[in-house]
């Protein structure tokens, strides 16, 4: 496969995973900034050599081998002139803080690949920078860009340091900062890690995917020894070097199950900021469409226009087009093709979801009736003969499922229950049941995606997918705040469950627990929809009751609580479960 198409397979699923990619950058990326390690090993060797007449003939690596009995390493050399890490400082800050051309030239610059990263951290793709590099080039590209990077390197920045998912933009030098006494650099330091050093590199390769580059894995033993034994990140990993592995590297990468790209390091985050250009002109097109197709259907839910029924159904009809296209592979397992799929009806469906919001958030009850039936035709799966993935077909109903999500996150925004329960109580059959159930069971998003299209095997919720996709809508079209569109979402998502947890025990084939971001996610805790859900217990008041959810029954609405919470309770990677439980 070309480079190109590599990278920009990587760029696609790095930036679908934003924020879930932290980098490893070792000292191949500052190549041509700072002088290499074996440059500074002639250079030191050249130093102590100064004045000496002995063995004159012989090469600087051999003057040192005859004349000290030792192998000419970086660290033997290093050791030799400068016993103590104090002294190292003076002694390398001139390697670190000046070009490397003959006439001293000007302070390092960031080369590509720095301003690279930069870009990279800058648009939220990368949080996580780790390197082992001592100087500075990664820290300058971030302040040309305009930020002031966290940047933990001292033994106490490594004890103190806030939670890794609290950063935007992080810098760990793994081994230090030139300007530390205490920086790792010979091989007995490089062969083991501090605790507070080994705890944060194993909190990164635990919890993100890993893009190694510029790493050769001969020098830093610890660091080779910590990957080996940690194994696959959760959300993959690739090795970026233009050259053929050794068998140092090759132990990284088969303990990684990471994909080789044969790239310099210019030509892969070169090819990531291309790529997330493109997606942002043609997400600044989209942005524009989506905003004039919400104004026109504000326009016409707020004033009963009668054309609202006849524009919708327009909308509809294109957008159930998308699935009912002969066009798809069904038979297909590529995660690449699913990946390019779901892109695809992302892009296409922008239109479908800002008219939805729209009618949810402004209209009344009458309008928001005139989208249930479509909903509901949308909701149905066409039935396919022959052999079917279901990694494919479950996509038919993303489209339905991401404007599902789009009319209910807007009616509990707006404490607008009785549509939303006229929402979550369709009922709808399905080509594998002969019983009808709510529309919530078909549509809820861990149903319609399969979680191998995030690359993760560590449980990322799909409706987070939902959550990202649909946040532009209500951030800049309602102008609602990051904060509450994240309770909304949750709420509903939460709401959801319920309501399918309540149907499933009054039918035979009672239902599936599901998960998503209100259970796990980027907020470990509980979220303030099962508070409120919780705090009228006494009074027997709810809105959710005044609404008709559970019937009204406040008793049946303890029931679906209950049975929601012991289904979780048996579910991996809940944190909810315990607490909510206890509440009974």
């Not at 369709?426 to 709510?438: F, K, M, V």
């Given at each position: 496969?070309?480079?190109?198409?590599?990278?920009?397979?990587?760029?696609?699923?790095?930036?679908r995973?934003?924020?879930?990619?932290?980098?490893l950058i070792?000292?191949?990326?500052?190549?041509?900034?700072?002088?290499t390690?074996?440059?500074i090993?002639?250079?030191?060797?050249?130093?102590?050599?100064?004045?000496?007449?002995?063995?004159?003939?012989?090469?600087?690596?051999?003057?040192?081998?005859?004349?000290?009995?030792?192998?000419?390493?970086?660290?033997?050399?290093?050791?030799?002139?400068?016993?103590?890490?104090?002294?190292?400082?003076?002694?390398?800050?001139?390697?670190?803080?000046?070009?490397?051309?003959?006439?001293?030239?000007?302070p390092?610059?960031?080369?590509?690949?720095?301003?690279?990263?930069?870009?990279l951290?800058?648009?939220?793709?990368?949080?996580?920078?780790?390197t082992?590099?001592?100087?500075?080039?990664?820290?300058?590209?971030?302040?040309?860009?305009?930020?002031?990077?966290?940047?933990?390197?001292?033994?106490?920045?490594f004890?103190?340091?806030r939670?890794?998912?609290?950063e935007?933009?992080c810098?760990?030098?793994?081994n230090?900062?030139?300007?530390?006494?205490?920086?790792?650099?010979?091989?007995?330091?490089?062969?083991?890690?501090?605790?507070?050093?080994?705890?944060?590199?194993?909190?990164?390769?635990?919890?993100?995917?890993?893009?190694?580059?510029?790493?050769?894995?001969?020098?830093?033993?610890?660091?080779?020894?910590?990957?080996?034994?940690?194994?696959?990140?959760?959300?993959?990993?690739?090795?970026?070097n233009?050259?053929?592995?050794d068998?140092?590297?090759?132990s990284?990468?088969?303990?990684?199950?990471?994909?080789?790209?044969?790239?310099?390091?210019?030509?892969?985050?070169?090819?990531?900021?291309?790529?997330?250009?493109?997606?942002?002109?043609?997400?600044?097109?989209?942005?524009?469409?989506?905003?004039?197709?919400?104004?026109?259907?504000?326009?016409?839910?707020?004033?009963?226009?009668w054309?609202?029924?006849?524009?919708?159904?327009?909308?509809?009809?294109?957008?159930?087009?998308?699935v009912?296209?002969?066009?798809?592979?069904?038979?297909?397992?590529?995660?690449?093709y699913?990946?390019?799929?779901?892109?695809?009806?992302?892009?296409?469906?922008?239109?479908?979801?800002?008219?939805?919001?729209?009618?949810?958030?402004?209209?009344?009850a009458?309008?928001?009736?005139?989208?249930?039936?479509f909903?509901?035709?949308?909701?149905?799966?066409?039935?396919?003969?022959?052999?079917?993935?279901?990694?494919?077909?479950?996509?038919?109903?993303?489209?339905?499922?991401?404007?599902?999500?789009?009319a209910g996150?807007?009616?509990?925004?707006k404490?607008?229950?009785?549509?939303?329960?006229?929402?979550?109580?369709?009922?709808?059959?399905?080509?594998?049941?002969?019983?009808?159930?709510?529309?919530s069971?078909?549509?809820?998003?861990?149903?319609?995606?399969?979680?191998?299209?995030?690359?993760?095997?560590k449980?990322?919720?799909?409706?987070?997918?939902?959550?990202?996709?649909?946040?532009?809508?209500?951030?800049?079209?309602?102008?609602?705040?990051?904060?509450a569109y994240?309770?909304?979402?949750?709420?509903?998502?939460?709401?959801?469950?319920?309501?399918?947890?309540?149907?499933?025990?009054?039918?035979k084939?009672?239902?599936?627990?599901?998960?998503?971001?209100?259970?796990?996610?980027?907020?470990?805790?509980?979220?303030?929809?099962?508070?409120?859900?919780?705090?009228?217990?006494?009074?027997?008041?709810?809105?959710?009751?005044?609404a008709?959810?559970?019937?009204?029954?406040?008793?049946?609405?303890l029931v679906?609580?209950?049975e929601?919470?012991?289904?979780?309770?048996?579910?991996?990677?809940?944190?909810?479960?315990?607490?909510?439980?206890?509440?009974?």
């Open positions: 496969m070309p480079i190109e198409d590599e990278v920009n397979a990587a760029a696609v699923n790095v930036e995973n934003r924020g879930c990619f932290a980098l070792g000292s191949g990326t500052s190549r041509g900034a700072v002088k390690g074996y440059e090993l002639i250079d030191l060797i050249q130093q102590l050599r100064t004045g000496s007449t002995s063995n004159s003939e012989l090469g600087d690596e051999e003057w040192f081998a005859s004349t000290y009995s030792l192998e000419p390493t970086y660290s033997n050399v290093l050791e030799r002139i400068s016993a103590s890490p104090e002294t190292r400082i003076g002694l390398l800050s001139e390697y670190f803080t000046r070009s490397p051309s003959p006439d001293g030239g000007d390092q610059q960031p080369r590509d690949t720095h301003l690279a990263v930069a870009d951290m800058h648009a939220g793709i990368i949080k996580i920078c780790v082992t590099n001592f100087d500075r080039l990664i820290e300058r590209a971030l302040n040309l860009r305009g930020i002031e990077p966290t940047v933990i390197a001292t033994a106490e920045q004890r103190s340091h939670p890794l998912h609290a935007s933009h810098v760990i030098k793994l230090g900062d030139f300007t530390d006494p205490n920086f790792l650099n010979t091989l007995d330091e490089l062969s083991h890690y501090p605790p507070e050093v080994a705890t944060l590199l194993g909190k990164v390769l635990n919890d993100y995917g890993l893009i190694v580059c510029g790493w050769s894995a001969n020098w830093d033993v610890a660091l080779r020894n910590t990957i080996i034994s940690n194994g696959t990140p959760p959300f993959g990993s690739y090795w970026i233009p050259s053929e592995p068998d140092e590297a090759r990284v990468i088969e303990a990684l199950g990471a994909n080789v790209i044969k790239a310099t390091s210019d030509q892969f985050f070169g090819g990531l900021v291309e790529h997330l250009r493109g997606s942002v002109a043609a997400a600044n097109v989209a942005s524009l469409r989506a905003s004039s197709v919400f104004s026109e259907f504000a326009r016409l839910a707020s004033t009963h226009d054309q609202l029924d006849r524009k919708f159904s327009e909308e509809i009809r294109r957008t159930r087009a998308l009912d296209s002969s066009d798809w592979d069904f038979a297909s397992t590529s995660i690449e699913g990946q390019a799929l779901l892109n695809q009806l992302d892009s296409d469906t922008i239109d479908a979801a800002s008219a939805v919001t729209a009618i949810a958030a402004i209209g009344d009458a309008a928001f009736g005139t989208v249930l039936p909903l509901k035709e949308m909701a149905l799966r066409p039935t396919r003969t022959g052999r079917v993935s279901r990694l494919i077909e479950d996509l038919q109903q993303y489209p339905a499922s991401k404007l599902m999500y789009a996150v807007a009616l509990v925004l404490n607008r229950f009785s549509e939303l329960r006229s929402l979550l109580t369709l009922e709808i059959g399905s080509p594998y049941r002969s019983d009808t159930h709510p529309i069971d078909e549509l809820v998003a861990a149903a319609v995606l399969s979680v191998e299209l995030f690359s993760t095997s449980g990322l919720p799909q409706s987070e997918h939902v959550y990202q996709e649909l946040k532009h809508i209500f951030t800049r079209e309602i102008g609602c705040a990051d904060a994240t309770e909304a979402f949750d709420e509903f998502e939460y709401l959801l469950f319920l309501n399918s947890a309540d149907a499933g025990l009054r039918r084939y009672g239902y599936q627990a599901t998960l998503g971001r209100v259970q796990y996610g980027p907020r470990p805790s509980i979220p303030s929809a099962h508070e409120r859900s919780l705090e009228s217990i006494t009074s027997r008041q709810h809105p959710y009751l005044d008709g959810f559970f019937g009204g029954d406040f008793d049946r609405m679906a609580l209950y929601y919470a012991q289904r979780l309770s048996s579910m991996p990677y809940m944190i909810a479960s315990k607490t909510f439980s206890n509440q009974f």
